[in-house]
């Protein structure tokens, strides 16, 4: 099935380590995003990628660092700079070709706890 | 800057009854606004989009209307569902730009 899929489901940290979260989609979208999402908060935008090997930073982009070496993939990293790293993160896509219209497909999600 | 506001923060209705979720927007230029469901724990999905000429759509039991000239958008649900418990987010979308705005969302839990 087309989607995307991101891993793992639910992570736990120690305070000081970098983790990578993982997102691959299989839809054959151009552009890739990185959210996260806090209680009673809406989503905050902290990445997102056009093209391959091009990424821009969003609103929330400190400590955080991100790659887009293929098209269907957009790995996140939380490193030990983000001081608040327990959260909801939600990876999504976008087609942007002519049949574009705006719509975001996102992943199931993936749960950050920080011990 | 471009922001979009939902209302109530929150909402709890009984099973069966309808329910009316409120955005209102202020982003330029404006080109669609979708209404989107998030269940708990899961990522969202989009249940309709409005486009500047459109002025009322339906998907099943739900009803999503938009006022492009006071800039309100509404989602209405009717003869609710317990699996209709979820967080329903407006996300307006300018023209010319890849970063789409988001609300905070209505959380809505339907009781039995």
């Known amino acids: 099935d087309g989607g995307i899929t991101q891993s793992p489901k639910y992570l736990f940290r120690k305070e000081g380590q970098n983790v990578t979260l993982s997102c691959e989609q299989n839809l054959n979208h151009d552009a890739m995003y990185w959210y996260r999402q806090d209680p009673g908060q809406g989503l905050r935008l902290i990445y997102y990628s056009q093209i391959v090997n091009d990424f821009q930073k969003g609103d929330i982009a400190e400590g955080y660092s991100v790659s887009r070496e293929k098209k269907e993939s957009f790995p996140l990293t939380v490193t030990s700079a983000q001081k608040n790293p327990t959260a909801f993160y939600l990876c999504a896509s976008r087609s942007l070709t002519t049949a574009d219209t705006g719509e975001l497909f996102f992943g199931e999600g993936s749960r950050l706890t920080v011990l | 800057k471009n922001q979009v506001e939902q209302s109530p923060q929150s909402l709890i209705i009984l099973e069966g009854k309808n329910c009316t979720l409120q955005?209102?927007?202020?982003?330029?230029?404006?080109?669609?606004l979708r209404w989107y469901k998030q269940d708990t724990g899961r990522g969202p999905v989009s249940l309709t989009i409005?486009?500047?000429?459109?002025n009322t759509k339906s998907n099943g039991r739900y009803t999503a209307t938009l006022d492009a000239d006071t800039k309100q958008s509404s989602l209405h649900i009717t003869a609710s569902q317990l699996s209709d418990s979820a967080s329903y987010i407006c996300v307006v979308q300018s023209g010319g730009s890849y970063i789409p705005t988001f609300g905070r969302g209505t959380s809505l839990i339907v009781h039995p």
């Open positions: 955005c209102n927007y202020t982003v330029s230029p404006f080109s669609n």
């Open positions: 409005m486009t500047f000429s459109e």
